[in-house]
């Protein structure tokens, strides 16, 4: 294959056929309205799943179910972000519990030594844009890896089952789907797997479909944990069901990198910061003159403005489709295309920022936990 | 070396200036006299030492120290657990700060997959020998690796050290003290370390110079440990000190162990049995014949019940001495020396299981932490 798709690197142009039938990501089945009714699922961005059938029988049949999702404290938080925020939304309406691990034992081992950064960043850039964007602290349990419960029982539990998990996996399976190895990644995943199974202890919710979104680079993580899962007879755990988003473009087309203000656009980027990175740098999918444009028209689909209408910000999608043709057929130019993107995004922020400022006075509120 | 000294194996003649060469362990400095009055310290059963003189500094100048050291709660608890009991006991009467661990979570990611009976043994077996031993609640941490603590705080805190841990361990470093590796010894070592370093937080005692008497065997462990303690930066731990003790032969004069009972003597072993065991296993340094004996003598270093008294029962060196010369002369002969064994064992256990009656109602003032 000449893409590479690891929890470290995700690189080349994705093949997502051949990535499901390399991981073992089936598509996505029949989904109920609920489903179907966020432009997510329904145009196929999130576009595979392992298990979802529970879920969806949950949601049918009015039954209990949890969606647990973690994040990586660092840097901001940023439209490749949103997507799962956008989700953890959707399941929290659909009445999940929400659990949210902040990974900063994770972050600790891989290259962010300095602890109090990182829980900052979790609450500052994390935790304040998911309330903006619309999660409520009703049936939330946002926490840290290393500080997880302020019930000693639930603390208790869930590390002892991240420690019980380490019998269960082997060497060979480790480097088999992450490649190169350290102590600090085996603690990382068996945490991980903690953090995915633990809702399903008796301390917790017991028993209990979990749903599971991730980006496409997260399944090995997910067939590690779904693999200790099975094996770990001390507990009698539902399978996982996981579903998996694609990647977001960076504004460049190439990666979108929290190291690189800009590739992407962060939720708290200031609407003239926005606009000037739309405008200087979203990579288009037209023609190099207006003429040439007209005559052969643009292509949408690598153009990075009509991505995030796609993605974000255009959710009607006959609205979506007009823009579509309109572009292809060279109707619509990249500066007019970029213009709607513009005053989209700018409707976003200016509402989000307002919604940021409140969100700030809920935080607390999430760390009662 | 013709002699193999790990945590998972240790057979051959053992050669203790060899040893302390290889591990880098340190002989006995001149000790005050609280423990030249212990005939462990006195007699070099306990033979070696890394950093010990912080303990002794700390009772000189009766400062604040710690005693920490972790059990593994599988089989009978019999005499070759009963020199770290006696240790224990000892520091607790200095005024140490006890620290138990009962490595649960590290047995079962080696080879005990039932929780229950790991927990069952844990109390039965060990705490309840150690209360009828002289350990007193007052001062004493004994915990499980899987359920640190009904703290909150200080359970998070726990647990979030030995995820920490991770980042300053290497592979190369586990396989060169370690040997082969399994994601469950990873886990086993971090956590151990988190044992080893944490009573140094500020939720526990804070930085405290903390005393960890083991067998020899579990150098590597130490090893580990020291480094990842100078390693992790976000703390800032005193170096732990360290005291070995020799291994205590098995009665047939090879390894004693758990998993046979005719190597050892169970501290819940009848009078009867104990007897029984010494008249027909206890391995003699004794010559064929009482006419051989009479004319070369015994030899008191390879005789198991020599050892028994000079390790365990006849802590007066004179009379140790006259026994040791006597056998050797040949004036005593094997079936006396078993016989002295015989009814200070006698005696031992017929107090003992007094002490352990009483000590099962006190159970759970220590489960109470």
């Not at 300095?114 to 998911?130: C, D, F, G, P, S």
């Not at 007209?294 to 292509?299: A, D, I, T």
């Not at 974000?312 to 043709?325: Q, T």
């Not at 993107?341 to 700030?360: D, Q, S, V």
Request: proline share 4%; glycine share 6%; charged share 30%.
């Amino acid at each position: 294959m000449n893409f590479k798709v690891t929890p470290w690197e995700v690189k080349g142009k994705i093949d997502y056929d051949k990535l499901m039938n390399e991981f073992g990501i089936k598509p996505l089945p029949k989904l109920p309205k609920q489903f179907e009714e966020n432009h997510l699922f329904r145009r196929n961005i999130i576009f595979g799943q392992r298990d979802f059938s529970r879920i969806i029988d949950a949601i049918n049949n009015k039954q209990k179910f949890v969606m647990m999702t973690g994040l990586m404290p660092s840097g901001k938080f940023h439209l490749g972000h949103k997507i799962v925020a956008d989700q953890i939304i959707l399941y929290q309406s659909l009445g999940a519990k929400i659990y949210l691990a902040v990974a900063d034992i994770e972050a600790y081992n891989s290259r962010h030594p300095n602890m109090k950064e990182l829980q900052e960043t979790a609450i500052k850039e994390y935790l304040t844009n998911y309330i903006a964007l619309g999660l409520k602290p009703k049936n939330c349990d946002f926490y840290f890896q290393s500080k997880r419960s302020k019930d000693a029982k639930k603390a208790n539990a869930y590390y002892k089952l991240a420690g019980l998990f380490a019998r269960h996996a082997t060497f060979n399976e480790f480097r088999a789907i992450y490649g190169e190895l350290s102590p600090g990644k085996i603690m990382a995943s068996l945490y991980q797997a903690s953090d995915m199974f633990h809702p399903q202890l008796e301390e917790f919710e017991g028993q209990t479909p979990t749903a599971v979104p991730v980006g496409a680079d997260q399944d090995p993580h997910l067939r590690i944990a779904r693999d200790l899962g099975t094996r770990m007879k001390l507990y009698n755990f539902i399978q996982l069901s996981s579903t998996y988003n694609k990647f977001i473009q960076g504004l460049r087309n190439d990666k979108m990198s929290s190291s690189d203000p800009t590739s992407y656009i962060a939720l708290t980027d200031s609407i003239e910061e926005a606009t000037k990175k739309v405008k200087k740098y979203a990579f288009s999918g037209g023609q190099p003159t207006i003429d040439e444009h007209r005559k052969k028209g643009g292509n949408p689909n690598i153009d990075v403005s009509y991505q995030l209408l796609k993605v974000f910000f255009e959710p009607d999608d006959k609205k979506l489709k007009k823009i579509h043709d309109d572009y292809k057929s060279g109707k619509l130019l990249t500066s007019e295309l970029k213009s709607i993107l513009i005053e989209k995004l700018t409707n976003f922020l200016k509402k989000h920022h307002e919604n940021r400022r409140k969100a700030e006075k809920e935080v607390d509120k999430f760390l009662q936990n």
